[in-house]
Protein backbone atom coordinates (compact mmCIF):
# COMPACT_ATOMS: atom_id res chain seq x y z
CA UNK A 1 0.00 0.00 0.00
CA UNK A 2 1.52 3.46 -0.98
CA UNK A 3 1.38 5.61 1.73
CA UNK A 4 0.30 9.25 1.14
CA UNK A 5 1.24 10.80 4.24
CA UNK A 6 3.49 14.25 3.85
CA UNK A 7 6.88 13.03 4.69
CA UNK A 8 9.78 16.01 5.91
CA UNK A 9 12.34 14.52 3.11
CA UNK A 10 9.73 15.78 0.59
CA UNK A 11 9.27 19.41 1.88
CA UNK A 12 13.05 19.75 2.65
CA UNK A 13 13.24 18.77 -1.44
CA UNK A 14 10.80 21.12 -2.54
CA UNK A 15 12.79 24.06 -0.66
CA UNK A 16 16.14 22.67 -2.08
CA UNK A 17 14.62 23.01 -5.46
CA UNK A 18 13.44 26.58 -5.01
CA UNK A 19 16.75 27.64 -3.74
CA UNK A 20 18.45 26.43 -6.71
CA UNK A 21 16.40 29.07 -8.80
CA UNK A 22 18.88 31.99 -9.75
CA UNK A 23 17.99 35.50 -9.29
CA UNK A 24 17.18 36.21 -13.18
CA UNK A 25 14.71 33.27 -13.39
CA UNK A 26 13.21 34.31 -10.05
CA UNK A 27 12.40 38.12 -12.35
CA UNK A 28 11.50 36.05 -15.33
CA UNK A 29 8.64 34.58 -12.92
CA UNK A 30 7.49 37.69 -11.24
CA UNK A 31 7.38 39.56 -15.21
CA UNK A 32 5.00 37.17 -15.90
CA UNK A 33 2.72 37.68 -13.08
CA UNK A 34 2.67 40.69 -13.54
CA UNK A 35 1.52 40.29 -17.06
CA UNK A 36 -0.97 38.19 -15.91
CA UNK A 37 -2.31 40.24 -13.20
CA UNK A 38 -2.43 43.07 -15.59
CA UNK A 39 -3.79 41.17 -18.64
CA UNK A 40 -6.67 40.39 -16.14
CA UNK A 41 -7.23 44.12 -14.75
CA UNK A 42 -7.73 45.27 -18.41
CA UNK A 43 -10.18 43.09 -19.27
CA UNK A 44 -12.06 43.45 -16.09
CA UNK A 45 -11.99 47.03 -17.05
CA UNK A 46 -13.49 46.40 -20.20
CA UNK A 47 -16.23 44.13 -18.80
CA UNK A 48 -16.96 47.60 -16.71
CA UNK A 49 -17.43 49.69 -19.21
CA UNK A 50 -19.04 47.65 -21.93
CA UNK A 51 -21.49 47.33 -18.75
CA UNK A 52 -21.97 50.93 -18.41
CA UNK A 53 -22.54 51.57 -21.55
CA UNK A 54 -25.41 49.18 -21.76
CA UNK A 55 -26.54 50.70 -18.76
CA UNK A 56 -26.92 53.72 -20.46
CA UNK A 57 -28.31 52.59 -23.42
CA UNK A 58 -31.41 50.54 -21.48
CA UNK A 59 -31.86 53.75 -18.82
CA UNK A 60 -31.91 56.44 -22.50
CA UNK A 61 -34.14 53.87 -24.10
CA UNK A 62 -37.08 53.55 -21.05
CA UNK A 63 -36.67 58.04 -20.83
CA UNK A 64 -37.86 57.69 -24.27
CA UNK A 65 -40.87 54.92 -23.72
CA UNK A 66 -42.13 57.13 -20.94
CA UNK A 67 -42.04 60.30 -23.04
CA UNK A 68 -43.66 58.86 -25.84
CA UNK A 69 -46.22 57.76 -23.94
CA UNK A 70 -46.73 60.91 -22.58
CA UNK A 71 -46.71 62.73 -25.81
CA UNK A 72 -49.52 59.72 -27.35
CA UNK A 73 -51.65 60.62 -23.76
CA UNK A 74 -51.70 64.24 -24.30
CA UNK A 75 -52.44 64.28 -28.00
CA UNK A 76 -55.30 61.73 -27.28
CA UNK A 77 -56.41 64.20 -24.52
CA UNK A 78 -56.26 67.25 -27.33
CA UNK A 79 -58.00 65.14 -29.30
CA UNK A 80 -60.89 64.59 -26.96
CA UNK A 81 -60.93 67.98 -26.32
CA UNK A 82 -61.18 68.69 -29.76
CA UNK A 83 -63.76 66.31 -30.14
CA UNK A 84 -66.13 67.36 -27.50
CA UNK A 85 -65.90 71.10 -28.62
CA UNK A 86 -67.00 70.01 -32.55
CA UNK A 87 -69.94 68.52 -31.04
CA UNK A 88 -73.28 70.55 -31.15
CA UNK A 89 -74.33 71.71 -27.96
CA UNK A 90 -77.23 74.01 -29.51
CA UNK A 91 -79.32 72.17 -32.10
CA UNK A 92 -82.33 73.21 -33.76
CA UNK A 93 -80.86 76.87 -33.98
CA UNK A 94 -82.53 79.13 -36.49
CA UNK A 95 -79.48 80.13 -38.76
CA UNK A 96 -81.60 83.23 -40.26
CA UNK A 97 -81.54 84.71 -36.28
CA UNK A 98 -77.65 84.04 -37.03
CA UNK A 99 -77.33 86.12 -40.17
CA UNK A 100 -79.06 88.71 -38.93
CA UNK A 101 -76.43 88.91 -36.17
CA UNK A 102 -72.59 88.34 -38.72
CA UNK A 103 -73.50 89.11 -41.96
CA UNK A 104 -72.68 93.34 -42.20
CA UNK A 105 -75.81 95.54 -43.42
CA UNK A 106 -76.06 99.58 -44.96
CA UNK A 107 -73.44 101.55 -45.89
CA UNK A 108 -69.56 100.56 -45.51
CA UNK A 109 -68.35 103.14 -43.34
CA UNK A 110 -64.83 103.41 -44.90
CA UNK A 111 -65.45 103.72 -48.44
CA UNK A 112 -69.35 102.98 -48.98
CA UNK A 113 -70.64 106.96 -49.41
CA UNK A 114 -67.39 107.49 -51.70
CA UNK A 115 -68.16 105.01 -54.31
CA UNK A 116 -71.94 104.45 -53.75
CA UNK A 117 -71.03 100.61 -51.93
CA UNK A 118 -74.19 98.91 -50.14
CA UNK A 119 -73.85 96.20 -48.25
CA UNK A 120 -77.51 95.37 -48.50
CA UNK A 121 -76.73 95.42 -53.18
CA UNK A 122 -73.80 93.34 -52.98
CA UNK A 123 -74.40 92.70 -56.77
CA UNK A 124 -74.26 96.02 -57.50
CA UNK A 125 -70.93 96.95 -55.65
CA UNK A 126 -68.80 94.45 -57.18
CA UNK A 127 -68.91 96.52 -60.71
CA UNK A 128 -68.00 99.72 -58.56
CA UNK A 129 -65.27 98.14 -56.91
CA UNK A 130 -63.52 96.04 -59.98
CA UNK A 131 -61.82 99.20 -61.61
CA UNK A 132 -59.82 99.70 -58.39
CA UNK A 133 -57.86 96.18 -58.27
CA UNK A 134 -54.29 96.13 -59.33
CA UNK A 135 -54.59 94.15 -62.39
CA UNK A 136 -57.75 96.58 -63.88
CA UNK A 137 -56.68 99.90 -62.52
CA UNK A 138 -54.27 102.26 -64.56
CA UNK A 139 -52.49 103.80 -61.19
CA UNK A 140 -50.92 100.69 -60.14
CA UNK A 141 -49.74 99.90 -56.45
CA UNK A 142 -46.01 99.93 -56.13
CA UNK A 143 -43.49 99.76 -53.20
CA UNK A 144 -44.86 99.38 -49.87
CA UNK A 145 -48.52 99.83 -50.70
CA UNK A 146 -47.83 96.74 -53.71
CA UNK A 147 -46.41 94.73 -50.86
CA UNK A 148 -49.03 95.23 -48.24
CA UNK A 149 -51.58 94.54 -51.30
CA UNK A 150 -50.17 91.09 -51.79
CA UNK A 151 -49.90 90.45 -47.97
CA UNK A 152 -53.29 90.89 -47.28
CA UNK A 153 -54.45 89.43 -50.84
CA UNK A 154 -52.76 86.16 -49.99
CA UNK A 155 -54.76 86.32 -46.32
CA UNK A 156 -57.90 85.19 -48.24
CA UNK A 157 -59.83 84.29 -51.38
CA UNK A 158 -63.50 84.11 -52.56
CA UNK A 159 -63.69 80.76 -51.34
CA UNK A 160 -67.00 79.83 -51.80
CA UNK A 161 -67.10 79.81 -55.95
CA UNK A 162 -64.10 77.95 -56.91
CA UNK A 163 -61.39 76.49 -55.66
CA UNK A 164 -58.33 79.52 -55.60
CA UNK A 165 -56.97 79.83 -51.64
CA UNK A 166 -55.63 83.66 -52.26
CA UNK A 167 -56.74 86.00 -54.04
CA UNK A 168 -53.47 87.33 -55.77
CA UNK A 169 -49.97 85.67 -56.61
CA UNK A 170 -46.44 86.50 -54.83
CA UNK A 171 -46.28 88.81 -57.85
CA UNK A 172 -49.37 90.54 -56.95
CA UNK A 173 -51.12 89.43 -60.48
CA UNK A 174 -55.01 87.91 -59.36
CA UNK A 175 -55.05 84.69 -58.49
CA UNK A 176 -58.76 84.11 -59.36
CA UNK A 177 -60.52 85.84 -61.94
CA UNK A 178 -64.42 85.70 -60.78
CA UNK A 179 -66.16 89.11 -60.25
CA UNK A 180 -66.37 88.24 -56.09
CA UNK A 181 -62.72 87.98 -56.24
CA UNK A 182 -62.15 90.90 -58.24
CA UNK A 183 -64.32 93.53 -56.17
CA UNK A 184 -62.39 91.59 -52.52
CA UNK A 185 -59.25 93.34 -54.74
CA UNK A 186 -60.39 96.26 -56.10
CA UNK A 187 -61.47 97.05 -52.08
CA UNK A 188 -58.64 96.05 -51.14
CA UNK A 189 -56.00 98.24 -53.63
CA UNK A 190 -58.73 101.60 -52.58
CA UNK A 191 -58.12 101.29 -49.19
CA UNK A 192 -54.46 101.06 -49.38
CA UNK A 193 -54.51 103.84 -51.69
CA UNK A 194 -56.85 106.18 -49.66
CA UNK A 195 -56.12 105.15 -46.40
CA UNK A 196 -53.16 103.17 -46.27
CA UNK A 197 -51.29 105.35 -43.44
CA UNK A 198 -54.23 105.44 -41.01
CA UNK A 199 -55.56 101.77 -41.92
CA UNK A 200 -53.70 98.56 -40.77
CA UNK A 201 -53.83 95.58 -43.27
CA UNK A 202 -55.95 93.80 -40.82
CA UNK A 203 -58.47 96.32 -41.03
CA UNK A 204 -58.74 96.69 -44.63
CA UNK A 205 -58.28 92.61 -44.52
CA UNK A 206 -61.92 92.86 -42.64
CA UNK A 207 -63.16 95.03 -45.08
CA UNK A 208 -62.36 92.37 -48.18
CA UNK A 209 -63.94 89.37 -46.05
CA UNK A 210 -67.40 91.77 -44.97
CA UNK A 211 -67.71 92.10 -48.77
CA UNK A 212 -67.13 87.62 -49.24
CA UNK A 213 -69.85 87.19 -46.55
CA UNK A 214 -72.52 89.58 -48.48
CA UNK A 215 -71.62 87.66 -51.88
CA UNK A 216 -71.77 84.49 -50.34
CA UNK A 217 -74.47 84.42 -47.55
CA UNK A 218 -75.42 80.84 -47.11
CA UNK A 219 -72.41 79.10 -46.76
CA UNK A 220 -70.57 82.25 -44.34
CA UNK A 221 -73.62 82.09 -42.07
CA UNK A 222 -72.98 77.58 -42.20
CA UNK A 223 -69.54 77.59 -42.05
CA UNK A 224 -70.06 80.11 -38.85
CA UNK A 225 -73.01 77.82 -37.26
CA UNK A 226 -70.14 74.52 -37.97
CA UNK A 227 -67.18 76.31 -36.43
CA UNK A 228 -69.43 76.93 -33.51
CA UNK A 229 -70.61 73.68 -32.84
CA UNK A 230 -74.34 74.46 -34.17
CA UNK A 231 -77.01 72.84 -35.56
CA UNK A 232 -79.89 74.55 -37.33
CA UNK A 233 -82.66 74.62 -39.61
CA UNK A 234 -81.74 75.69 -43.65
CA UNK A 235 -82.26 79.55 -43.41
CA UNK A 236 -84.50 80.73 -45.28
CA UNK A 237 -83.95 83.48 -47.71
CA UNK A 238 -80.38 83.20 -47.63
CA UNK A 239 -78.30 83.16 -51.53
CA UNK A 240 -75.84 80.62 -51.92
CA UNK A 241 -73.85 83.22 -54.07
CA UNK A 242 -74.52 86.66 -55.22
CA UNK A 243 -73.27 87.74 -58.69
CA UNK A 244 -71.42 85.60 -60.87
CA UNK A 245 -68.51 83.79 -61.15
Known amino acids: MLNNKFTPHQNTADAGRDKQKSPKQKNISNSRRQKIFGAGQAISMSVLAALLIFNQFQILSLHNMMMSQNDNTEVAGAQQV??????????NIDLSAIAKQILPTGI???YGAELGVSFDDAAASIAKLAPYEQDTRTNKLTGEKLARYIKIGQQTACEFCCGARTLVFDDGRKACGCAHSTAMRGVVAYLLDNYGDTMTDQQILAEANKLKAVYFPGPT???????????GKPAQGLQQQVGGC
Open 221 to 231: VQKYAAANGLL
Open 82 to 91: NNTANTPTKP
Open 108 to 110: PAA
